[in-house]
């Protein structure tokens, strides 16, 4: 059995590949027993609509099956890329690839035209002004790079509706009677009302973009007060993007078990639900 199989996973979701730059173990745990979904969690979600709204077209569609999420998470971001070309910004933009054969999926906050270019913006709230410690700052570096890498796999080509198609099989895949009616209600086109036909355009959609820019940000902003703390730049480093991608598919290879923190990081432990429940790497030493 692989790992995705015991983790009851079809997906590597690019936040999984952050959260194995916080405690690999964490985020294995996370799915063994479920995610706890936390208030600062919630607020920010609450930050990511309200900016989505901000410049996107709300659309109204409420998925009953996976067919339905697919399509509706295609039809969305085909939208969202006709706003980045009107409006020169859009929010939400879903992303699929693959990585080391491994189904990859995450969701850009922001793109933005800069400089005849399109570059990759992602936010982060805090619960107050502080900037986040080194350890977390790693942890968005890398999923920044991460959306880079495969943005440019899916604008040159690299990863394409061939790749979607057969990843997702999607000729296998039927919408619910009730999602159709409400395509039809908010009257979008008939030739359009096929996952296949959708993921088409949104996959021509992303090769019409522009070069993917090698500068990345990231923006801290407060989760009460939607004030920007800090606006951070960083350089693509596709060696860098490449190592990381090493390292982490060996877990899910299959290589090596998940690593917990090591000891100069244990302080982490302080934070985590599964200290001294269901990990108990550090249990018999203080955490700092």
């Known amino acids: 059995m692989s790992v995705l199989e015991e983790l009851h996973k079809t997906s590597i979701r690019v936040s999984d590949i952050s959260a194995q730059y916080w405690c690999e173990r964490q985020m294995e745990l996370n799915y063994i027993h479920g995610p706890k979904i936390t208030k600062e969690i919630q607020k920010g979600s609450k930050i990511h609509e309200e900016l989505e709204g901000e410049t996107n077209v709300p659309i109204m569609l409420q998925p009953r099956s996976y067919a339905d999420s697919l399509y509706k998470a ?3 971001s085909h939208e969202a890329i006709a706003t980045l070309k009107a409006k020169g910004v859009t929010r939400e933009v879903q992303l699929y690839g693959s990585l080391g054969g491994y ?3 995450g969701k850009i906050d922001q793109l933005q035209s800069e400089n005849g270019e399109t570059a990759i913006l992602e936010d982060k709230t805090r619960s107050n002004d502080s900037m986040p410690s080194d350890a977390q700052v790693l942890t968005h570096r890398v999923q920044v790079m991460i959306y880079k890498k495969m943005l440019d796999d899916v604008t040159s080509g690299d990863y394409n509706i061939k790749n979607f198609v057969a990843g997702y099989r999607t000729a296998a895949l039927k919408m619910t009677d009730e999602f159709v009616r409400q395509l039809n209600a908010n009257e979008i086109e008939r030739n359009l009302q096929d996952i296949g036909a959708i993921a088409q355009v949104f996959f ?3 090769r019409t973009l522009n070069k993917i820019s090698n500068t990345l940000y990231i923006r801290y902003l407060n989760q009460y007060t939607k004030n920007e703390i800090k606006l951070e730049k960083l350089s693509y480093d596709g060696k860098e993007a490449q190592g990381i991608i090493t390292h982490v598919l060996k877990y899910w290879n299959g290589e090596r078990k998940s690593l ?13 639900r599964f200290f001294n429940n269901e990990c108990t790497v550090w249990s018999e030493k203080k955490v700092l």
């Open 103 to 105: 189904r990859v999926v």
């Open 204 to 206: 021509e959609d992303m």
């Open 74 to 76: 295609l039809y969305t």
């Open 260 to 272: 917990p923190v090591p000891e100069s990081e244990k302080w982490k432990c302080g934070w985590c």
